[in-house]
Structure formats: structure tokens, C-alpha cells
């Protein structure tokens, strides 16, 4: 219960900065919570209020907050290896994010914003793997130094 809350409390936080910096950059003096060009954005701003729109954007933000906090768990309460679980949380992260990403209307339901989206995912996705590999190389050299004193 703690990863979800922390969840909800991160991404809804990221959210909000993420739509206030892109309504001031892009909103021409109005906020958008969710980029009204997109595949949802359209749908949404056709139907529904401004008001229903920020909840569903917040319902989303807490939704991606919840996904990366608890896929987390595929390394830490799995028995999969380091490369069975790093290639099964690519997925169901890649996946899952695409989802919350169409409902969020992060881009343009179109062959060319799909693509850009996975693009940008896999090297977003080996970045931070690369930063995390490093730095469980130091932690592990650290606990062999000890060991051999």
C-alpha cells in the first residue's frame, strides 16, 4: 500500500508540473492538462468540461505513478534473473505506459507518434537502466572490497 500511495503522490506531482510547464510553454495564456491535438484530447475536450478533463488527467497521472512504483516489484519480489525480469518489465512497463500514455494524450494516435513514443521509450528505458547498472556495479564492488579485508 505504501508503493501506491507514493505512486499516486509522484506522479500526480510530475503531472502537474509536466502540464503546467506545457500549458505556459504551448497553452497560449490557458492550461490544458493534456495536449487537446491528441487522439483523446480531441474526445475529451469535445464531451467533457475543462473540470472532467483535469480528473482524468490526474486518474491517469496517479495510474502511471502506481505502474512504475509497483513494476518495480518484477526485480525486487520475482525470481526471475537480472535479464528475465529486465526484459518482462521493459514489456509490461512499455506496454502499460502506451495505454496510460494514449489516455493522457501525450501524442497523436498515429503510426509516426507511435513510433516516436517506442523510440523514445527504448532510449529513455536504456538510460536509466544504465545509470541503475552502474550504480549496483559500485554497490556490489563496495561489498567485495569489504569482504576481502
Known amino acids: 500500500m505504501k508503493r501506491v500511495k507514493e505512486g499516486i503522490k509522484t506522479g500526480c506531482f510530475i503531472g502537474v508540473v509536466m502540464s503546467l510547464l506545457f500549458s505556459g510553454l504551448f497553452g ?85 507518434g507511435i513510433t516516436i513514443y517506442v523510440g523514445a521509450f527504448i532510449v529513455i528505458y536504456i538510460f536509466i537502466w544504465n545509470i541503475n547498472r552502474r550504480k549496483h556495479q559500485e554497490m556490489v564492488s563496495g561489498i567485495n572490497e569489504k569482504l576481502q579485508k
Open 28 to 112: 497560449q495564456g490557458d492550461y490544458y492538462p493534456l495536449y487537446p491535438g491528441s487522439f483523446m484530447g480531441e474526445i475529451y475536450y469535445e464531451y467533457l468540461t475543462n473540470f472532467q478533463v483535469t480528473l482524468i488527467a490526474v486518474v491517469v497521472w496517479a495510474a502511471i505513478g502506481i505502474l512504475f512504483q509497483v513494476g518495480f516489484m518484477i526485480f525486487t519480489h520475482t525470481d526471475l534473473s537480472l535479464a528475465a525480469a529486465t526484459i518482462l518489465h521493459f514489456f509490461v512497463i512499455m506496454v502499460s505506459l502506451f495505454v496510460l500514455a494514449i489516455l493522457a494524450g501525450w501524442f497523436p494516435l498515429e503510426m509516426l
